[in-house]
């Protein structure tokens, strides 16, 4: 077997949740920022019940093109063209949603918390949202701000980062259940990216969610709603 043509660019964190059996063939998956489709090769394969959105109309595109190669499904209601913070399946859609590499391009604080809380809006209860995102954690002293949750940072670029305090007191409010701990990796200075993966709970609460924190969920309260690269 040709691993790569088989498995695609999959990112290897989310290849871990492959391997802990958290993604299991007839689950409903979303892939949340999909780019060109990296994430997706090993599902379409295997038949997996695959949806994606990409607000770059070019991205979604190809990941069209890339599904069309591989079954005959149509591809038009699968593959969106729209922003994460408004997205326009129902609410407890999916069984697995992935989010990698597209948090940290949030503008600022209530945008993070918008996308956030659309990501768990349109999660099932006992579904698992899987999130990579560039963050602060061990970039404290090496990271300029720039106000909002932006920070400027040693590679150049400048992205909204989110801390560990902030993950957990997310995760608590949104009444989530970390899967495991939160994982960081520093590229030699440069930048981290954090792996946060959670569990949704089968029982709904309706707490209020703080604005102005990047813990804001716009909208109503999570599954209070109807329809709707790196």
């Not at 695609?8 to 920022?33: C, N, S, T, V, W």
């Not at 069984?95 to 209530?110: G, M, P, Q, R, T």
């Not at 990796?185 to 792996?195: A, D, F, I, Y």
């Amino acid at each position: 077997m040709d691993v790569r043509e088989h498995f695609g660019e999959i990112d290897i964190y989310l290849f871990d949740q492959l391997l802990k059996g958290r993604i299991r063939p007839g689950m409903r998956i979303l892939d949340a920022g999909c780019g060109r489709g990296r994430n997706l090769v090993f599902f379409l394969r295997e038949g997996y019940d695959v949806f994606a959105v990409d607000r770059s109309p070019e991205a979604v595109e190809e990941v069209r093109k890339l599904a069309a190669g591989i079954h005959s499904r149509e591809q038009e209601e699968r593959f969106r063209c729209e922003p994460i913070e408004k997205l326009s399946f129902a609410n407890d859609t999916f069984d697995f949603v992935i989010c990698s590499a597209v948090l940290h391009f949030a503008e600022n604080d209530k945008h993070f918390g918008e996308m956030v809380g659309e990501l768990w809006r349109v999660l099932k209860p006992g579904g698992v949202l899987f999130t990579r995102l560039a963050s602060g954690i061990g970039m404290e002293a090496l990271m300029r701000p720039l106000g909002g949750g932006r920070y400027s940072l040693p590679d150049g670029s400048e992205r909204y980062l989110a801390d560990a305090a902030q993950l957990h007191r997310l995760t608590e409010r949104l009444h989530g259940q970390f899967l495991e701990p939160l994982k960081t990796v520093q590229v030699e200075g440069l930048r981290c990216m954090t792996t946060w993966c959670l569990k949704k709970p089968h029982i709904l609460f309706f707490d209020p969610i703080e604005e102005g924190t990047g813990e804001s969920i716009q909208g109503e309260p999570p599954g209070g709603k109807g329809e709707e690269s790196q």
